[in-house]
């Protein structure tokens, strides 16, 4: 401390203040014997227990930010996660769309074709027809017999179709249950080969579910030579019960229409193979 204070690097008053506090010191007890520090040094111990819990302090908060970091790195994991699946959900509903779109057109021609829906006419066979009849009650095959309806034709073609369809008779009359033969005439009138597919259907709407066809060329595409004329025949019945059916009751003519359309896919690949 003189040595200090006599090179001018301390103040003389504390140098003189530290010489006391040593001398203090010196004289108080040891504090292995009294378990406390002298008051002259309380200050110093403040600063240590203050500094002590500083850096505690600074330790909880650092671990505190990882927790937070690492629960956030989980949330965001999880939610990539999530998007990923509902990614994949979306794509395969795409897909399954697509194809119910496809398959939604031979389907709702089938449930129409059973069922009789919108006027479309059910396909059955002779052995179909003949099993129907074996379980007929007789009282439905003398209503049946007893009632006479009126079947007329309708023929179509479709815009850019050139063809010239016509019904061969305009009307038949039937009673229900007998089979019957009835015939179109179609013509094409260009210079070419053409494929053509024929919609149909029967009016009234609620007649459909009653009028079954064993043979029809609608069934398939029918190609015609350029300039050629054919017969198409169509072998249909109405069923017995429609003399029955309480709904038919004010039913005493049906119409059967047909639509011929050009089938340009068919037409498309022949002239890609020419």
Known sequence: LASMRSAGIMPRHTASRLATLALAQCRAPSLSHTGRL??????????????????????????????RRARLAAETARGQGS??????????????????????????????QATGFGGTTRRRTLE??????????????????????VISFNADVAEGMPWRFVPTQRSVRVRPGETTLAFFTAKNRSDRDVTGVATYNVQPNKAGSHFNKVQCFCFEEQRLRAGEEVDMPVFFYLDPEFASDPAMVDVRDVTLSYTFFRSDDFDELEDEEE
Do not use: H, I
Not at 99 to 110: E, N
Not at 131 to 149: F, M
């Open 38 to 67: 002298p008051p002259s040094l309380a200050p110093w111990r403040a600063m240590a227990t203050s500094s002590s819990s500083s850096t505690s302090s600074s330790k909880r908060e650092a671990n505190a930010a990882a927790a």
């Open 128 to 149: 179909d027809k003949l099993a129907e009849q074996r379980d007929l009650p007789e009282s439905v095959k003398a209503a049946a017999a007893n009632r006479e309806v």
């Open 83 to 112: 998007a990923a699946s509902g990614g994949l959900y979306l794509a395969a509903l795409a897909v399954g769309m697509v194809g119910v779109t496809y398959a939604s057109v031979p389907l709702y021609r089938m449930f129409c």
